[in-house]
């Protein structure tokens, strides 16, 4: 293998389709960037979901003397009982993915929503005995609310039963879309790299028919005539793939830790070494697809 | 050498047959030209032998390996012991006439030193010594198909196969290209040559086989042109 004379022809070729050549770094670049970025977001959500979900709670809120005389059909009996609050903390207790429970009071909660809510109005109007009493139930694991639910929201003294993780759901539904949107762009702009790389192969080796026809009657193997195609397109695929990594790099950069990270301080936002691993992937694929393009292309518009 | 067992070739969406049962066999160094009108089947016989096409009944054999049966990642090593050389010379305008000769070392894998050494000596051999750094469109056309020859000629091959070599050259020109083939010959190579050029071959007497309409109609030792066009 005469790797001088490889590396000549590559060069020639790659100059040869100045123009194709860009093409392809470009939707390349643009493809990567999208495939790097919704891994990274996935990772974002995933980290937040980690972040969020260990800090909510199962609430079971408790019937009080209000629920009862506004005839809510879950504290018709009244309002909950001493015998009940501790009947239902000691079960509580019990469940194996029940991490901890807090019991919060109605006159607690009220000096926490004062705190919340600070000199607005609605707070002036409301008093102590509005607000419930209730238990919060810290899971193991917080996707098991259902066994809870099932368990406490038709107990007597119950009002209701809330997870609050329902009200995240709905955050990370849409951060999943957006996700997706990015995934199915990715799609179609490797569509249009793939073609791009098998439109050029095809242009160069219409270019070069002369060569390669020489090359065969001297008996070199169809991988040595082969070799330069696909070499050039995994050239132009690195090429593409590292300006991809830059555009991930510079996002993480300039985007997040100069103005996301800064603004929005409740989120916990991926480290560089997220970024980081994303990008020897990057890199493969950015050099592995265009290969492969070229070989299939190569079978197609090369006879050897 | 070459062995032809009721070769018959039909080409996809064509009724008529390109080469219809032809047998015959050439010895280790004959100088054999093919002749015959243009759609006889002599470009297919060629290709059968250089094993651009397969033979779709019968079989060909080439320095003793069966063509038909041989993979197709073999072919390049059957190839490497084949010289070819065209009417059009098919040699590459964009590099030198050294670096013509020097790429059909360069792309089977030859080591450098090796090709620094026999491409000037096969030049000298073919008549063009010391023309090593001129373009191919500097030549004239005798000269241009020296080059193709010595291209053909530099991996030393077993067979050369030449089709219609002399036919974009004036006749002077091509009796110098029949001698340099004559004088390649001598040296053990066996030469196929296809050509339409009536002259050459009834000075050269060789042994002549014609084609016609994919039949073979004559095989004749130190025979003749023999027919009129």
Redesign the interface.
């Known amino acids: 293998?005469?790797a001088h004379?490889v590396l000549s022809e590559i060069g020639v070729g790659l100059r040869r389709n100045v123009t194709m050549t860009f093409a392809v770094i470009v939707s390349v670049a643009l493809s990567l960037a999208l495939l790097g970025g919704s891994l990274l977001a996935n990772r974002q959500v995933n980290s937040m979901k980690d972040y969020w979900y260990d800090k909510v709670e199962v609430s079971i809120f408790l019937c009080n003397e209000n629920d009862a005389e506004s005839d809510d059909p879950h504290c018709s009996r009244g309002a909950v009982t001493d015998e009940q609050k501790e009947q239902i903390q000691a079960e509580l207790e019990d469940y194996d993915i029940v991490d901890k429970v807090y019991y919060e009071s109605a006159q607690e909660a009220f000096e926490h929503y004062q705190e919340q809510q600070g000199d607005s109005p609605i707070a002036a109007v409301v008093t102590p005995d509005q607000m419930q009493d209730s238990f919060r139930v810290k899971l193991t694991d917080p996707t098991k609310y259902d066994v809870i639910s099932s368990a406490f929201s038709a107990r007597e003294g119950v009002q209701s039963v809330q997870d609050q993780r329902d009200l995240l759901t709905n955050l990370f539904n849409l951060l999943n879309g957006v996700n997706w949107a990015a995934i199915g762009l990715m799609l179609l702009m490797l569509v249009v790299a793939l073609l791009l790389i098998v439109n050029t192969v095809r242009v160069s080796a219409f270019s070069r028919r002369?060569?390669t026809?020489?090359?065969?009657?001297?008996?070199?193997?169809?991988f040595?005539?082969q070799l330069p195609f696909i070499l050039e397109a995994a050239i132009a695929g690195l090429m593409g793939a590292l300006l991809a990594c830059l555009l991930l790099v510079g996002v993480k950069y300039f985007a997040i830790n100069n103005f996301l990270a800064e603004r929005i301080p409740l989120i916990n936002f991926i480290g560089w070494d997220a970024v980081l691993s994303v990008l020897p992937f990057v890199l493969a694929v950015g050099a592995l697809m265009p290969s492969v393009a070229a070989f299939f292309a190569l079978r197609r518009y090369l006879k050897v | 050498m070459i062995r032809f067992d009721n070769v018959s070739k039909t080409y996809p969406r064509q009724s008529a047959p390109a080469l219809q049962n032809v047998s015959l066999e050439v010895e280790r160094g004959e100088f054999v030209f093919l002749v015959g009108s243009s759609g006889s089947g002599k470009s297919t016989f060629l290709r059968l032998i250089?094993r651009e096409e397969r033979a779709s009944t019968g079989s060909v054999h080439v320095l003793g390996k069966d063509l038909g049966r041989l993979s197709?990642?073999k072919v390049?090593?059957?190839?490497?012991?084949?010289g070819?050389v065209f009417q059009d010379f098919?040699l590459?305008p964009n590099k030198t006439v050294g670096e013509n000769v020097a790429?059909?070392l360069?792309?089977?894998?030859k080591p450098?030193g090796q090709i620094r050494k026999t491409v000037p000596e096969v030049l000298d051999l073919v008549g063009l010594g010391g023309k090593d750094d001129r373009m191919p469109g500097e030549l004239s056309g005798g000269e241009q198909q020296r080059v193709a020859i010595a291209?053909a000629f530099v991996?030393r091959p077993m067979l050369l196969i030449a089709d219609e070599p002399t036919g974009n050259l004036d006749p002077q020109t091509s009796v110098g290209i029949m001698k340099l083939l004559d004088r390649i010959n001598r040296t053990g190579t066996t030469v196929v040559m296809a050509t339409h050029d009536a002259q050459i071959v009834d000075q050269m007497r060789k042994r002549v086989i014609e084609l016609e309409r994919g039949r073979l109609v004559r095989d004749q030792t130190r025979g003749v042109y023999g027919y009129q066009h």
């Open positions: 293998m005469r004379f002369r060569e026809g020489i090359m065969r009657l001297v008996g070199a193997s169809s040595y005539i | 250089l197709n990642w390049p090593q059957v190839r490497r012991q084949l070819t098919r590459l790429f059909a360069e792309v089977i894998g450098r291209r991996n």
